[in-house]
T-cell receptor, first 111, second 116 residues
């Protein structure tokens, strides 16, 4: 089983749509969870951390289900500028800083 | 806003040659990382570095790779004898003084390494 698994997409959605991405991780002892955004041939940029209680940042909502080892990202009112690859990222077990990346889910928002 | 910078942006080299990739971390950051991304694949961890020592490395980071902080500002990744399969984007990342579970790792823009 892959350490972090995501549907690669692409998800093609019209402006204004709501879109949801899912991710599963294999190691139940994983410490912390993130969504990063990566534009084509650019560096990953942190979109938001994912906390156990779930969290929201503007149009973006992240949820974590530790029992199912499942993370989600919801984007409401999609903008053209949201077109990118969304990377599910897990930080490993205790005493490690390394980030483990999923392969990413590509989102294309069209007018 | 402070940024991680990397040089060069693109490096082309012949197989078997040595390359040095450079990173300038954000000034008060003390934890440093190298990741790589082969075209079309996921980002992979290579190594973490703190207090002038490697704190963790992956299986990819074999004897051909080394890291150092030669002058207190730059953080370098050296590949001694490049192979075709080393062709990838190499990202430096840094994080502030105290590395906590939710501390953001700030990524540099990357160096695209092409091995011919």
């Amino acid at each position: 089983r892959k350490e972090v698994e995501q549907d690669p997409g692409p998800f093609n959605v019209p402006e204004g749509a709501t879109v949801a991405f899912n991710c599963t991780y294999s190691n139940s002892a994983s410490q912390s969870f993130f969504w990063y955004r990566q534009d084509c041939r650019k560096e990953p940029k942190l979109l938001m951390s994912v906390y156990s209680s779930g969290n929201e940042d503007g149009r973006f909502t992240a949820q974590l289900n530790r029992a199912s080892q499942y993370i989600s990202l919801l984007i409401r009112d999609s903008k053209l500028s949201d077109s990118a690859t969304y990377l599910c990222v897990v930080r490993g077990v205790v005493n490690t800083d390394k980030l483990i990346f999923g392969t990413g889910t590509r989102l294309q928002v069209f007018p | 806003e402070p940024e991680v910078t990397q040089t060069p942006s693109h490096q082309v080299t012949q197989m078997g040659q040595e390359v040095i990739l450079r990173c300038v971390p954000i000034s008060n950051h003390l934890y440093f990382y190298w990741y790589r991304q082969i075209l079309g694949q996921k980002v992979e961890f290579l190594v973490s570095f703190y207090n002038n020592e490697i704190s963790e490395k992956s299986e990819i980071f074999d004897d051909q790779f080394s890291v150092e902080r030669p002058d207190g500002s730059n953080f370098t990744l050296k590949i001694r004898s490049t192979k075709l399969e080393d062709s990838a984007m190499y990202f430096c990342a840094t994080t502030p003084l105290s590395s906590g579970a939710y501390n953001e790792q700030f990524f540099g823009p990357g160096t695209r390494l092409t091995v011919l």
